[in-house]
């Protein structure tokens, strides 16, 4: 093991705070991570045990919650975010990739913020998690992969309407999308010789040009180009045929060109213990794959499966990247 887990509280008013409690109960000690955030947010009666520094992590393990405070101004009210949070949000995400870049942290896992209380009550000026993180790597391009153990998949446009994508998807943008993925699963993932596969844009992959051309013109030449640089490539292939089981042996990440074609095929497969992981960035960075649940919090039903996840492929990734 590296470094322990920093775990950064998201959103209070969400199911952040209780999740890192649950996480902590269902993983008994058996991973190091801490969360920062405010112990006041925890649910009542969590057991918890504040600690001045990372160092202080192993040894607190055992008794509660590891938790290095971070103190918000504002009260907390489960399921209204206060936007008087909003700035702490955003400082705790920054101090997580601090201490990973300082060696105290071996990797950043967060928990989700709510974009628009963070608009709201900070002036956030990036669409979300990953374009803030990429801004503190200092890092122009980076790659959204959404995995559990039944898939790694990897959309190549994001949040875009389905409208947008075809301008959207160019060749720079596919090429570096699968350029990051290759490397990534080489150095983060201890793959050595990684096999993509990659999708097409259209029904049928295009079916030779008759149901659309963007695999004839623009995602065949790219993979060729690739290729070329010693990738295992295989596409563009058919979305609809790409995912089954005999499918997925083949590959160890499938490439998509738009969100859905992407997230439907993992959600579908893995719902509960998918997550999401951004690529390209000098630091590890996971987190669950689902949204700050306003309607639940605080009920004690929030399910801790994709955050546990999450914090155990931040610390596999962790010591491959040290091993690499």
């Given at each position: 093991?590296?470094?322990?887990i920093?775990?950064t509280c998201?959103e209070?008013?969400?199911?952040g705070p ?6 902590w109960?269902k993983?008994?000690?058996?991973l ?7 112990p ?12 001045d520094?990372?160092?202080g992590c192993l040894s ?7 938790v290095l405070?971070h ?5 907390l009210?489960?399921g209204t975010p206060n936007?008087a949070?909003?700035?702490g949000?955003?400082d705790?995400i ?9 060696g ?10 709510h974009?628009?209380?963070l608009?709201?009550?900070?002036g956030?000026?990036y ?6 993180l990429a801004?503190l790597?200092?890092v122009?391009r980076?790659v959204?992969m959404?995995?559990s ?9 994001i949040h ?5 994508v075809?301008?959207?998807?160019t060749a720079d943008?596919l090429?570096d ?6 490397a990534?699963l080489v150095?983060?993932?201890?793959i050595?010789?990684p096999r993509l596969?990659?999708?097409?844009l259209?029904p049928?992959?295009g ?6 051309r963007e695999e004839i ?6 993979v060729?180009?690739l290729?070329?640089?010693g990738l ?5 292939m058919?979305?609809d045929?790409?995912f089954?089981?005999?499918?997925r042996a083949?590959?160890?990440?499938a ?5 859905d074609?992407?997230?439907?095929s993992?959600?579908?497969l893995?719902?509960?213990?998918g997550?999401?992981?951004?690529l390209g ?7 669950p794959?689902?949204g700050?649940a306003?309607?639940?919090a605080g009920k004690g ?7 546990i996840e999450a914090?155990r492929l ?6 491959a990247?040290?091993?690499?």
């Amino acid at each position: 093991m590296t470094a322990p887990i920093a775990l950064t509280c998201g959103e209070p008013a969400g199911i952040g705070p209780e999740l890192a409690v649950r996480a902590w109960e269902k993983l008994e000690g058996r991973l190091p991570f801490f969360l920062i955030g405010d112990p006041d947010h925890l649910p009542e009666g969590a057991r918890m045990v504040e600690i001045d520094s990372p160092e202080g992590c192993l040894s607190a393990l055992p008794r509660g919650l590891p938790v290095l405070p971070h103190r918000f101004e504002g009260e907390l009210t489960r399921g209204t975010p206060n936007p008087a949070h909003a700035q702490g949000v955003i400082d705790v995400i920054a101090r997580a990739v601090t201490l990973v870049q300082d060696g105290y942290a071996g990797a950043v896992c967060t928990a989700p913020i709510h974009k628009k209380a963070l608009q709201d009550g900070a002036g956030f000026s990036y669409p979300g998690h990953t374009e803030y993180l990429a801004a503190l790597g200092g890092v122009e391009r980076v790659v959204m992969m959404l995995a559990s153990d039944a898939l790694r998949v990897v959309p190549t446009t994001i949040h875009i309407p389905l409208k947008d994508v075809p301008e959207a998807l160019t060749a720079d943008l596919l090429r570096d999308t699968l350029r990051i993925t290759h490397a990534a699963l080489v150095r983060d993932f201890s793959i050595p010789t990684p096999r993509l596969a990659v999708a097409g844009l259209n029904p049928h992959a295009g079916e030779g040009g008759k149901m659309g051309r963007e695999e004839i013109e623009l995602i065949a030449p790219v993979v060729e180009e690739l290729r070329a640089e010693g990738l295992d490539l295989a596409g563009p292939m058919s979305a609809d045929t790409m995912f089954h089981a005999g499918a997925r042996a083949t590959y160890d990440a499938a490439v998509a060109m738009y969100h859905d074609q992407a997230l439907i095929s993992i959600k579908t497969l893995d719902f509960d213990r998918g997550v999401n992981v951004t690529l390209g960035l000098p630091f590890i960075r996971t987190s669950p794959d689902h949204g700050t649940a306003l309607d639940i919090a605080g009920k004690g039903v929030a399910n801790p499966s994709s955050t546990i996840e999450a914090l155990r492929l931040a610390a596999r990734m962790a010591v491959a990247r040290s091993a690499a």
